[in-house]
């Protein structure tokens, strides 16, 4: 935990200075800021809360969030790049570099939170409203608990820090019981979800953004016992229910707009980085310069994913008839998108690569200052048809297959959106595909096969087996005159997967920094 410890001495100048779209928050000047004299009123609030929208999480967002959630998963593969090539193949080492940079990430992120929390309760004046000073520790919260959400699905028990003073006092960790993490997480949400408004500025978390975080938490935490506790499985069908019914939001009509810029923090949005362009390296959206297929199509310097494309395996789940999901997603050789360097006439696909997060250029998105570090695509975290899929989830339950009208109901309007026919049953695996496809480049589906381990370990690890077993976890070329499809062989050797492949080491230099790391979780509460 060392690097908390440093994070801890800068976090407050780094949360008041962060890049801040100018819609999002309007910065007053910024001379002589302390502790002691910004806590003030209720746009002070407001400006220290929307900090933590965008720049600190660079590090997950650049690489981990797709090396992690859909290379590893095995819906994407780059086979050259030596950490990506770990995650690809199974042979994770606590010393790869997508670990310890999504690590420091989220607790750089629980680092800040903490420090606005306690600011804000030994700093506020008694004349800013409570209903306003509730407002923002909720949003801390809220982003606090989906920093622990992230680190409880990725190394289980883990260190919960809520005060940074006692940190700095005694830096060495002990991890504590994921049971104890998930209350913990569930705590923070609970609170958002009491004090955040049902609407706000966009961009800006609402009660429905908790109560949706609220019921994916409740859903993974169910199985954490090793089966499905019903309780939690009803939490989770209450909280998303409440979403799809009372919050007034719908599902964007398009699923192709969902991931246009001119759609940013549209009504399905309901958490989503805030980034701003121009902000230079290390303070923006990088996806597109780290994953785009060609220069072509991202502003100058950009376009390094090449060599990064769809597995076979992710492809084979595409019904013909699922063509706008695809497209949105992925690209196939020959396909062509008008909206990609417009002003040379688009862009036509050379081969089999990643679409989703590939916005492209300055000019496509009327962004001047948009450079290749800072994309102008505010990407979602949590959308509303990942809620309304979680509902369907949490209504099977413990059941092989359902058809309860509701869960229908529910799961056919993101099947018609897709253009896709509707169904009359829903099976546990029918759920789980169509989960995949909907979330797809997402960074979703690592964190649905880490839900399914908790529970059904061997079926978790049977999925990833197939995927070697079956020689689809490769990339592939596509003939767009024939139509065929060929599997590119890359001589990757991959490491059978365990129980444990779900459980990712720790990095190294935080367990020379803190070796009580490497002993047993103990209770927080």
Known sequence: MKLIKIYLLILFVIAITSGCKKDFLNRPPLSQITTDNFYKSSSDLRLATAALYAQPWNDWNSFPLLGIGDILSGNMLQPYNADLAQLASFSITSDNGQLSTSWRCFYKIVAHCNANIKAINTK???????????????????????????????????????????????????????SDVYKFIINDLRFATASLPNRDQPGRVTTWSAQGMLAKVYLTKAGISGSRNQTDLDSAAFYAKNVINTSGLMLLPSYYNLFKTQYNDNPESLFAFQWAPGVGYGNGNAIQTQFAPSSAVVPPGGGWGGAIGPTFDLDSLYAPQDSIRRKATFMLTGDHYPELNAAGGGYTATSCSVKKHIVGTAVDNNSPTMDIWSSTEHNTVLRLGDVYLVYVEALLGNNSSTANPEALRVFNMIRKRAGIDEVTNITTESLRNERRIELAFEGQYWFDLVRLSYYNPQGAITLLNNQILKNTRVQFTYNPSTGVKTKSANGMVITPPTIATFTLPIPATEITADPKLLGAPVAYY
Do not use: C, M
């Open 124 to 178: 506020l004046p008694d004349s800013v409203p409570v209903k306003n000073k509730n407002g923002a520790l909720a949003e801390l919260k809220f982003l606090r608990a989906t920093a622990y959400f992230h680190l409880a699905q990725l190394w289980g028990a883990v260190p919960i820090i809520e005060d940074n003073d006692q940190l700095i006092k005694d830096p060495l960790l002990p991890r504590h019981l994921l």
